[in-house]
T-cell receptor, first 113, second 110 residues
Framework: NAGVTQTPKFRVLKTGQSMTLLCAQD?????MYWYRQDPGMGLRLIHY???????AKGEVPDGYNVSRLKKQNFLLGLESAAPSQTSVYFC????????????FGPGTRLTVL | GNSVTQMEGPVTLSEEAFLTINCTYT??????LFWYVQYPGEGLQLLLK?????DKGSNKGFEATYRKETTSFHLEKGSVQVSDSAVYFC?????????FGPGTRLSVLP
């Protein structure tokens, strides 16, 4: 099992460009999450999904959109990138919510110039 | 709202020293509590968890006890190794609310 994989690993964008980050999991998990990690701030939840076809906002959703068309994939989109979106993005998945363990991908380092 | 506070790092210890990383939380209701560890260049992985008051989570020599009366979940290890060098995150989950602390960087010197 590959677990949780993220594509790409690194990306540099110019302000105003768009991109999509792909997260895939092969553990048949219902729940999937997107976080951003910034120095001194821990991880902050951007969006999450409790099942195929569902999405919900987290703590910092502005400037991002997500889709969960297939159970194993969770896409994070930036329509018009801004320098404030420079961060490391982590995807995670879990079988259920709340007390269940989240399994994390290796991260995507995004720089917006 | 829900929040997690961790001791500021970095923490530098010699091998075989005792480790404590403090974590306190604020939550409505009774959340589940976690410690995650992040090794250099990797994503987070679960170290241990506790889902109700007085529960003790343990793994790889690390322990933490869910203390409702002090709203704390301090991480301890009796004898650290160089391989324990990493960033440690305290986190809580309550319903669909997931909150991570800022992380504490631990460096263990041989």
């Amino acid at each position: 099992n590959a677990g949780v994989t993220q594509t790409p690993k690194f990306r540099v964008l110019k302000t105003g460009q768009s991109m999509t980050l792909l997260c895939a999991q092969d553990m048949n998990h219902e729940y999937m999450y997107w976080y951003r990690q910034d120095p001194g701030m821990g991880l902050r939840l951007i969006h999450y999904s409790v099942g195929e076809g569902t999405t919900a906002k987290g703590e910092v959703p502005d400037g991002y959109n997500v889709s969960r068309l297939k159970k194993q994939n969770f896409l994070l989109g930036l329509e018009s990138a801004a320098p404030s979106q420079t961060s490391v993005y982590f995807c995670a998945s879990s079988f259920s919510g709340d007390a269940d363990t989240q399994y994390f991908g290796p991260g995507t380092r995004l720089t917006v110039l | 709202g829900n929040s997690v506070t961790q001791m500021e790092g970095p923490v530098t210890l010699s091998e075989e020293a005792f480790l404590t990383i403090n974590c306190t939380y604020t939550a409505t209701g009774y959340p589940s509590l976690f410690w995650y560890v992040q090794y250099p260049g990797e994503g987070l992985q679960l170290l241990l968890k506790a889902t109700k008051a007085d529960d003790k989570g343990s793994n790889k020599g690390f322990e933490a006890t869910y203390r409702k009366e002090t709203t704390s979940f301090h991480l301890e290890k009796g004898s650290v190794q160089v391989s324990d060098s990493a960033v440690y995150f305290c986190a809580l989950a309550y319903g669909q609310n997931f909150v991570f602390g800022p992380g504490t960087r631990l460096s263990v010197l041989p």
